[in-house]
């Protein structure tokens, strides 16, 4: 009996496991059926919330610099190219919370007895909690304004 290489996987009990050959997959493969290629549209949705996160930091950032910085960055905002910008982002989040949502009704199941709560209502819930939420910023914006 020849001494397995480094290479080789051993099993628990000392024997050799031979590799099986794993296709890899082609780089258009979320091409092939619209599921795929709604989940890739879901995933690329998430470079839209990285770069408004960016642009809040920046924010942040331009406040904490002083007036003129702060001044500088709301004329940034203003500017068509940043509103067309801002537009575009909107639109990718509001997608990609859509799709969230729908993603979580199908992971979440919420049983009640032996009753197991419709999807729809799921989803009802969690666009009721983000109008709340949203709501209630809108309120504490209006009341420290």
Known sequence: MTRPSEH????????RRYPFLVKRPSRTWWLRTRAYRRFAAREATSLF????SLILLTFLFALS???QAYDGFLRWLQRPGTVILLAVILV??????????RLTSQILVI????LV??????????????????GLVLYLYALFL
Do not use: D, E, N, Q
């Not at 919330?49 to 408004?52: E, G, L, M, P, S």
């Open 8 to 15: 080789t996987p051993i099993s628990a009990a000392g024997r």
């Open 65 to 67: 610099r002083g007036p």
């Open 111 to 114: 049983r009640i007895g032996r």
């Open 92 to 101: 990718a989040i509001l997608y990609h919370v859509a799709t969230w949502f």
């Open 117 to 134: 709560v419709p999807r729809k209502i799921v989803v009802g819930g969690l666009v009721a909690v983000w109008l709340l939420l949203s």
């Open 49 to 52: 919330a990285a770069a408004f």
